[in-house]
């Protein structure tokens, strides 16, 4: 009985110093902050950096620290992703004109400062930032087939999700859209960098983070997909579930092709279709 005790907890503390339990803890704890930190799209400038700081910056920083051989490098990137969330808890307090940052130059020169790191790590290591993060371009014929096809039926689904009242409630997210072109046009560029890096926190960092650390390709492609569900809450009940299930298919398709760029394509396509049948044919 001792014996079976101490074997219990030898193997909980092997666990508990895994990377893949650094790996679910960290990302599920910072999509429970997206959730209720990421519903905003105005003012667009202050949108879009604290997009890129939420869904690039904090998340690389956190897997270099985690990776890292080099002790020295380790610490300095624990204490960037320690300062990089610090700072995006200061942008997300920033309420009313205050998150009018365009002339900001305390928080555009951080901003710049926050990316240099990673650009100069991405140069010096591009096979690893490459393949941590997927990155690669290996299976481009296949990729550019998968994105044709899943974009084909992505406008499908669009399409007759339509139909639904939930949905014509919800979209499209910005009212402004609907009574100004040059809005609807400005937005959707916003909204295709933002997908680009909603896709790189779920499909790149995440998913390759997971696999990397656990010997389950599986295991690793459930949990992000139940992690992308769970940022879906609030939404309409048939977008949270079928969010599961679409998790699912990208997460092995990007598994497959190691690139999370045509899910990206894929994601903005679904939306970009919401938004013109919602502006312009309802």
Known sequence: MIDDMKMFFKDLIVLTQS??????????LWTLFLLYNNNFFYPYYFWILYSIL????????????????????????ALLFTASVCFAFYLIGLKGGRRNITRNEIVNGL???SA??????????????LSDFGFSFKKTKTALLFTLICSVAAVL???FASFNPQFKHVYPLIREMKSSTPAFI?????????????????????????????????????????????????KPGLETISSLF????????????????????IHFVLALTMDVISVYFS
């Open 19 to 28: 990377k893949m339990i650094y790996y679910a803890s960290f990302f599920t």
């Open 54 to 77: 939420v869904l690039f910056i904090v998340p690389v920083y956190f897997i270099i620290a985690v990776e890292e051989k080099n002790k020295i490098v380790k610490i300095l990137f």
């Open 111 to 113: 901003m710049i400062i």
């Open 116 to 129: 240099l790191p990673i650009l100069i790590y991405s140069i010096l290591k591009k096979r690893f930032f």
């Open 157 to 159: 689904i669009a399409y």
């Open 186 to 234: 400005r937005y959707e560029i916003g909204f295709f960098l933002f997908f680009f890096l909603w896709e790189f926190f779920f499909r790149g960092a995440m998913l390759f983070a997971f696999i990397k650390s656990s010997d389950n390709i599986a295991l690793a492609i459930i949990l992000q997909s139940a992690i992308f569900a769970f940022a879906h809450i609030g």
């Open 246 to 265: 679409g998790g699912l298919i990208l997460g092995f398709l990007v598994y497959r092709i190691k690139t999370f760029m045509p899910a990206a394509i």
